[in-house]
């Protein structure tokens, strides 16, 4: 493997000051693929002063957009140069299929071009003034230190919707991958140094969130937050974030409405209920988990899809027949299991999986079965919960009104679905789900122009799109008075 398997801060490859280190696994077979070091308060310490220091005297923050613009349209370009490369350590750290993580790197290179594209865009807005002979104008400039928490399911998408944006508004960052998966952030370090990110403006620190996490979320020289992953954990950031009262963008998961009327194309219903959910093995936080079926169709559609499931081939995601890979850790696959014991307690029917696969070859790896759970209702936890695995559960309506209901019990609010070939329906359901994301004949579909982000316990803020780019700049009110005048009041 050719890769520096150090932390990166102020312009230079470290280890970490313990000199502890973590192992990191392949999903697929539990072999080490690599050992990286592993941070803790003081690396992190270290980066955050680099990080200031960069802010706050150095030139990025002053340096022309359009500059910022070309060195972010670089990385994207080294992006492109080195996709096999990412796909293959995407892939090999995640477990899930190559075809998915070659997908995901078309996709993270269009978010660095996106937004090095935006870059020059904001030139400010002259605004009208009630005092005469005088100029009012609103400027947005960088939030300053900013410190980016992602996930281990899709480790460099993810990365890139905080990357991006950060470096094009002229902060600087902090960046924890998940202790898990971080060989393509390690990587897309590397390809920062090479497009000449300036010493200190990317930091990258290797560890555990409660320790790299933590002195993230709680040191008062880091101006904001932007963290994804689950409710708990983001419940705990935002309170140490109130130490001096950082910006906060958190995206906190969801337990997503898929909902199918019987006037749908039953197919494509079909198609899109399962390309919703079991991609990456279900590890996706809009993962189309909560099915709600028009009862007249409801027998059928469940029998289309345990046929289609019961077929699905899991494997390597190097073998190219593989359609679905392992979860990503022992640990998650306890969860995922714990959770659907939990539905079977309470009365949900097995239509299909439920259980870890026979397959001698997949004994080594965290493999469970996709699964369907029929006979749902909302008070069940496996129906309330996310679940984050290869689990669907189904639920049957008779109204346009109840379809809605059901899909609004939910604390999450992240992105929902909607079927049906009535486009006067489609609307009116889209117009009353609350949540972030309601796709029309569609499913689990992103670009980096749509803003991503939630309702309710789903999260604050945005990412992707204008929004996503707003949540890295303070907005300032400049005023001048062309032609002052004294008052003469005191």
């Known amino acids: 493997m050719n890769l520096k398997l150090q932390q990166y801060m102020n312009g230079k490859w470290v280890d970490a000051n313990s000199g502890n280190t973590r192992t990191i696994i392949n999903p697929y077979n539990q072999e080490i693929i690599a050992t990286v070091p592993e941070g803790d308060e003081s690396d992190t310490k270290a980066a955050i002063a680099a990080a200031r220091e960069a802010f706050d005297h150095g030139e990025w923050a002053s340096t022309p957009a359009t500059e910022r613009g070309a060195v972010v349209r670089k990385i994207a370009e080294l992006i492109e140069r080195d996709k096999e490369e990412l796909a293959y350590l995407e892939s090999l750290d995640t477990g899930k299929t190559l075809e998915e993580s070659r997908g995901d790197m078309d996709d993270i290179a269009g978010v660095f071009r996106y937004y090095a594209e935006l870059a020059d865009k904001d030139g400010g807005e002259m605004i009208d003034s009630p005092v005469p002979n005088s100029i009012s104008k609103v400027v947005h400039e960088p939030v300053g230190v900013c410190g980016q928490i992602t996930p281990w399911n899709y480790p460099l998408l993810q990365a890139s919707w905080k990357l991006a944006p950060a470096l094009v508004t002229g902060n600087t960052l902090i960046m924890k991958p998940s202790e898990i998966t971080p060989l393509t952030t390690i990587k897309v370090f590397e390809l920062m140094e090479e497009a000449e990110v300036p010493a200190g403006v990317v930091n990258l620190v290797l560890g555990a969130g409660a320790t790299v996490g933590a002195e993230l979320s709680t040191n008062e020289d880091v101006d904001l937050i932007s963290f994804t992953g689950g409710i708990a954990t983001g419940k705990k950031i935002m309170q140490s974030a109130s130490s001096?009262?950082?910006?906060?963008?958190?995206?906190?998961?969801?337990?997503?409405?898929?909902?199918?009327?019987?006037?749908?194309?039953?197919?494509?219903?079909?198609?899109?209920?399962?390309?919703?959910?079991?991609?990456?093995?279900?590890?996706?936080?809009?993962?189309?988990?909560?099915?709600?079926?028009?009862?007249?169709?409801?027998?059928?559609?469940?029998?289309?899809?345990?046929?289609?499931?019961?077929?699905?081939?899991?494997?390597?995601?190097?073998?190219?027949?593989?359609?679905?890979?392992?979860?990503?850790?022992?640990?998650?696959?306890?969860?995922?299991?714990?959770?659907?014991?939990?539905?079977?307690?309470?009365?949900?029917?097995?239509?299909?999986?439920?259980?870890?696969?026979?397959?001698?070859?997949?004994?080594?790896?965290?493999?469970?079965?996709?699964?369907?759970?029929?006979?749902?209702?909302?008070?069940?936890?496996?129906?309330?919960?996310?679940?984050?695995?290869?689990?669907?559960?189904?639920?049957?309506?008779?109204?346009?009104?109840?379809?809605?209901?059901?899909?609004?019990?939910?604390?999450?609010?992240?992105?929902?679905?909607?079927?049906?070939?009535?486009?006067?329906?489609?609307?009116?359901?889209?117009?009353?789900?609350?949540?972030?994301?309601?796709?029309?004949?569609?499913?689990?579909?992103?670009?980096?122009?749509?803003?991503?982000?939630?309702?309710?316990?789903?999260?604050?803020?945005?990412?992707?799109?204008?929004?996503?780019?707003?949540?890295?700049?303070?907005?300032?009110?400049?005023?001048?008075?062309?032609?002052?005048?004294?008052?003469?009041?005191?």
Not at 369 to 389: A, H, Y
Not at 426 to 451: D, Q, S
């Open 244 to 490: 001096n009262v950082k910006k906060l963008a958190l995206e906190l998961g969801g337990k997503n409405p898929n909902v199918i009327f019987a006037d749908a194309d039953f197919d494509l219903a079909v198609d899109q209920a399962l390309n919703g959910v079991f991609f990456h093995a279900g590890q996706i936080c809009s993962a189309g988990t909560r099915l709600i079926v028009e009862e007249s169709i409801h027998d059928e559609f469940v029998q289309a899809l345990v046929e289609r499931v019961k077929k699905f081939k899991l494997g390597s995601g190097f073998n190219e027949e593989t359609q679905m890979g392992p979860l990503i850790s022992a640990e998650h696959l306890a969860k995922v299991e714990q959770y659907v014991e939990a539905g079977i307690k309470e009365g949900a029917a097995l239509a299909v999986g439920g259980r870890r696969p026979e397959d001698p070859e997949l004994q080594n790896g965290f493999f469970f079965l996709p699964t369907i759970f029929t006979d749902c209702t909302t008070d069940m936890s496996v129906v309330q919960d996310e679940g984050f695995g290869p689990v669907i559960t189904v639920e049957k309506f008779n109204t346009e009104k109840e379809a809605v209901k059901l899909a609004n019990d939910s604390i999450y609010g992240l992105a929902g679905g909607v079927f049906t070939n009535d486009i006067a329906k489609a609307e009116r359901c889209a117009a009353k789900m609350r949540m972030g994301t309601v796709w029309i004949n569609e499913f689990n579909l992103y670009f980096p122009h749509a803003p991503w982000g939630g309702f309710k316990q789903s999260g604050i803020g945005r990412e992707l799109g204008r929004l996503g780019m707003e949540e890295y700049t303070e907005t300032k009110h400049i005023f001048q008075n062309l032609k002052p005048e004294t008052i003469n009041w005191f």
